[in-house]
T-cell receptor, first 115, second 116 residues
Framework: AQSVAQPEDQVNVAEGNPLTVKCTYS??????LFWYVQYPNRGLQFLLK??????LVKGSYGFEAEFNKSQTSFHLKKPSALVSDSALYFC?????????????FGKGTRLSVIA | EAGVTQFPSHSVIEKGQTVTLRCDPI?????LYWYRRVMGKEIKFLLH????????ESGMPNNRFLAERTGGTYSTLKVQPAELEDSGVYFC??????????????FGPGTRLTVL
């Protein structure tokens, strides 16, 4: 069965500092990996995804994530955090199958960027 | 292009009542999904439509939940009768057909359901 772990419920970082939100996964076969962000009182917004190819994926708002197959990780990163990045971040996985299988999500990590 | 929309944004009902949630996917998206997040927990899959057909309803918690997608456009999720444990945020997502697992699911703002 597929699963996603986001080991930190909360991440605090000072504005201008680099940020990392951690995600590890378990899936049968090759994974498709996704990051979503939920701002207060808003829905989930797609940030980026890894399907195949370059392990470093760039997404919206200056975020990037690195796929590491040996460590089964897909950590979300940004070189310089903004206060406006404060939100709830979800990592998700689906197996590399032909059908449109549902996403399996982690519990979410709340990011707080302090001015 | 309009995104996924959901109605209502909030619903507060009493135990035993009925509630119907609506989702309008992005125009042209064949795939429509329902997910639910109970407070502080993971977002969990409920079911998946391809056009008007239920492709996978393995996540539906019990027979108090009924989902429909008439004509392959919008979808409704009815809870009847509602129980306290049904409280949570119900998300709808859609994705293009023919993309397989690579397709991106785009989510709506969610409906926050509170059962008292």
């Amino acid at each position: 069965a597929q699963s996603v772990a986001q080991p930190e419920d909360q991440v605090n970082v000072a504005e201008g500092n680099p940020l990392t939100v951690k995600c590890t996964y378990s899936v049968s076969g090759n994974p498709y990996l996704f990051w979503y962000v939920q701002y207060p009182n808003r829905g989930l917004q797609f940030l980026l995804k890894y399907i195949t190819g370059d392990n470093l994926v760039k997404g919206s708002y200056g975020f990037e994530a690195e796929f590491n197959k040996s460590q089964t990780s897909f950590h979300l990163k940004k070189p310089s955090a903004l206060v406006s990045d404060s939100a709830l971040y979800f990592c998700a996985v689906r197996p590399d199958l032909s059908g449109n299988t549902p996403l399996v999500f982690g519990k979410g990590t709340r990011l707080s960027v302090i001015a | 292009e309009a995104g996924v929309t959901q109605f209502p944004s909030h619903s507060v009902i009493e135990k035993g009542q009925t509630v119907t949630l609506r989702c309008d996917p992005i125009s042209g998206h064949d795939n429509l999904y329902w997910y639910r997040r109970v407070m502080g927990k993971e977002i969990k899959f409920l079911l998946h439509f391809v056009k008007e057909s239920k492709q996978d309803e393995s996540g539906m918690p019990n027979n108090r939940f009924l989902a429909e997608r008439t004509g392959g456009t919008y979808s409704t999720l009815k809870v009847q009768p509602a129980e306290l444990e049904d409280s949570g945020v119900y998300f709808c997502a859609s994705s293009q057909g023919g993309t397989g697992g690579r397709g991106t699911q785009y989510f709506g703002p969610g409906t926050r359901l509170t059962v008292l």
